[in-house]
T-cell receptor, first 110, second 115 residues
């Protein structure tokens, strides 16, 4: 079945450094979603990418969807302590089942 | 306030004792789903429902049942819980499109321990 992988599993950065997490699917996706989960919380939607090669920005966060719609990335510029949490990508199988990646846990040292 | 609610939030039970975790949403969403979250494995989909009376298996459906008799409710049933079902469970809902779904709203989670 469809598999979604994410790397790295963990990332420790100094506040102010940049951070990137990568998401790769074994199959072509109709779209991809990104979520953030703070420690002890529930996943919260960040963004959805639909088009091949799409790039979207939210303040310090930049999201990309690969040309083949099989990979994606999330880049955070100049991390802050409020960015701490686990970032998940989720592949959408044409409006049916979702497959989440295992997540990248980000810790930011002040 | 738009939200997804789950009950109970915490549950400790014994092997074999049937239990139900309720999930309700107030956003008139067609799509609802159950996930379990385990360390290092991320979120794995158990069951999902595209609309009332329409349910389908996700990646890890064994040992679980669901029903969707009303649009707003999507209970998760464990008829004979076992220790390997100890996990953090999330319910989620979203509007659904023809070719892809929209953002998912997650409930606060239910931490289940089966001894």
């Amino acid at each position: 079945g469809q598999q979604v992988m994410q790397i790295p599993q963990y990332q420790h950065v100094q506040e102010g450094e940049d951070f990137t997490t990568y998401c790769n699917s074994s199959t072509t996706l109709s779209n991809i979603q990104w979520y953030k989960q703070r420690p002890g919380g529930h996943p919260v939607f960040l963004i959805q990418l639909v088009k091949s090669g799409e790039v979207k920005k939210q303040k310090r966060l930049t999201f990309q969807f690969g040309e083949a719609k099989k990979n994606s990335s999330l880049h955070i510029t100049a991390t802050q302590t409020t960015d701490v949490g686990t970032y998940f990508c989720a592949g959408d199988n044409y409006g049916q089942n979702f497959v989440f990646g295992p997540g990248t846990r980000l810790s930011v040292l002040p | 306030e738009a939200q997804v609610t789950q009950n109970p939030r915490y549950l400790i039970t014994v092997t074999g004792k049937k239990l139900t975790v309720t999930c309700s949403q107030n956003m008139n969403h067609e799509y609802m789903s159950w996930y379990r979250q385990d360390p290092g494995l991320g979120l794995r989909q158990i069951y999902y429902s595209m609309n009332v009376e329409v349910t389908d298996k996700g990646d890890v459906p064994e040992g679980y049942k669901v029903s969707r008799k009303e649009k707003r409710n999507f209970p998760l049933i464990l008829e004979s819980p076992s220790p390997n079902q100890t996990s953090l469970y999330f319910c989620a809902s979203s509007a659904s499109g023809t070719f892809y779904s929209y953002e998912q709203y997650f409930g606060p989670g239910t931490r289940l321990t089966v001894t």
